[in-house]
């Protein structure tokens, strides 16, 4: 089954007709997961994007892409977002959920050691040309109403010249719009976003450009578009903690708690413990005390117990919400096609084939809480020294390599 496809050049051409911008749920590793894609849909998000899904994997491993995609008929428009580090795995993998998308998008910007080590995310800003090689390959076998991105960060904080040619040399693969993140690789989330080189990229380029980095509120936003008329304005953290935020409320509604509260009973196995979990403790962040959300963080691992927590603690029942009660419709069972890939991947390699039922048992969501979700844990820990919470780099007894490997959850 294919689902109904909305063009994404169309959604950019309309909102610049409007004078205005698409606002966007970014990719978050373990987040911007469906069920959590179908509550910020509710609240003015335009365009969403899945997680970061690793390509080789989603090729190989029919286990791996249950867990790593979910779809249904009201999840639209939606960009997938690989990772990947050659041709064959981005051009495979986006073959395979084509079908299920509106757009498929490259990771340029994961800075954690092990992408970077690897080759993938901001790995692949040392070689242009390879960006270029993949997006150039996708876009000329996929039909040119699908949308083909690139998500990169800055190349340097100060000589804006070496991001924009980086930026034309992939505007000049076909692709459909590109996001760039306010900063470079090793540059800390403390570091204050360069807008003034998202400015100068904006007007260096001539597909839709997405400004990320910083964005907050709805304010935020339209200073973003105000500053560097992007043609979008993508948020992570800010959304994570007050999924509202593009219809413009300041903090959480309590009404979207209970929002959340109803796509999880509908998902019920269909969501991991932790996501539930981890999006309650973010968007209740506003809404709690200290003490509340440090009980919240460290319930014991059941469903119910968070359940009756919320309900204990938010007035829930006071709040009238039609979409509070809305169903939502069945995840689509998706069936993918994996003949390109065993055809190119036999043509390049044999030794990969033995892999393929392996990659599917390395599957384990959730084996750790994620770095993101222990530095918020950390900050409310009072038996933990100040000087530490400053230092992400304890978290988890993880070494950092910087502040921006916190963004990419491992
Ligand atoms: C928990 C978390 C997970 C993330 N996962 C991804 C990802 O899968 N792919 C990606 O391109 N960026 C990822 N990022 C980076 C964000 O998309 C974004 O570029 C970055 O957080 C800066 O935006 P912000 O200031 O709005 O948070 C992630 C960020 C966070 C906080």
């Not at 977002?81 to 079908?99: C, G, H, K, R």
């Not at 096609?337 to 390395?362: F, H």
Request: glycine fraction near 4%; hydrophobic fraction near 35%.
């Amino acid at each position: 089954m294919m689902k109904e496809k909305t063009n994404i050049r169309d959604l950019f051409s309309s909102a610049a007709e409007k004078n205005t911008y698409l606002k966007m749920c970014a990719p978050m590793v373990r987040y911007s997961k469906l069920e959590f894609r179908s509550l910020v849909r509710t609240y003015g998000t335009d365009l969403a994007f899945t997680s970061m899904i690793m390509a080789d994997s989603f090729c190989k491993s029919e286990k791996a892409r249950l867990n790593e995609f979910t779809t249904n008929e009201d999840d639209t428009p939606l960009i997938a977002q690989f990772a990947a580090n050659n041709t064959i795995d981005f051009l495979s993998a986006s073959e395979m959920v084509y079908p299920y998308v509106d757009g498929v998008d490259l990771n340029c910007g994961c800075p954690q050691r092990w992408a970077m080590a690897e080759g993938y995310g901001s790995a692949l800003l040392k070689t242009p040309e390879l960006i270029a090689d993949m997006l150039g390959t996708v876009r000329r076998n996929m039909p040119s109403s699908f949308s083909v991105s690139v998500k990169v960060r800055l190349l340097s904080s100060t000589d804006h010249k070496r991001t924009i040619d980086m930026c034309r040399q992939l505007e000049a693969t076909g692709i459909t719009f590109l996001t760039v993140h306010g900063r470079t690789a090793p540059e800390m989330t403390k570091v204050p976003v360069h807008r003034e080189a998202l400015q100068e990229i904006k007007q260096s380029i001539g597909i839709p450009m997405v400004a990320n980095g910083d964005i907050f509120t709805l304010d935020d936003a339209e200073q973003m578009y105000a500053q560097t008329r992007c043609d979008g304005v993508m948020t992570a953290r800010g959304i994570l903690s007050n999924p509202a935020l593009f219809a413009g409320h300041k903090s959480t509604p309590v009404e979207c708690v209970k929002r959340w509260l109803n796509i999880c009973k509908q998902a019920d196995t269909d969501i991991t413990y932790q996501c539930m979990h981890h999006h309650f403790s973010f968007m209740t962040e506003s809404l709690f005390t200290k003490r509340l959300r440090y009980e919240l963080n460290n319930l014991s691992k059941e469903k119910h117990k968070v359940y009756e927590f919320i309900q204990t603690h938010l007035p829930l029942d006071d709040v009238v919400d039609d979409e509070s009660g809305k169903l939502y419709p069945e995840k689509i069972s998706c069936t993918y096609s994996e003949g390109n890939y065993c055809q190119r991947t036999a043509e390049n390699d044999t030794t990969k084939e033995e892999s393929y039922a392996d990659i599917g048992s390395l599957y384990d969501p959730e084996a750790s809480e994620g770095n993101f979700f222990q530095s918020k844990r950390v900050e409310l820990d009072e038996t933990t020294p100040v000087s530490k919470k400053d230092a992400v780099s304890v978290v988890d007894g993880v070494d950092f390599m910087d502040g921006g490997s916190l963004l990419f959850d491992e």
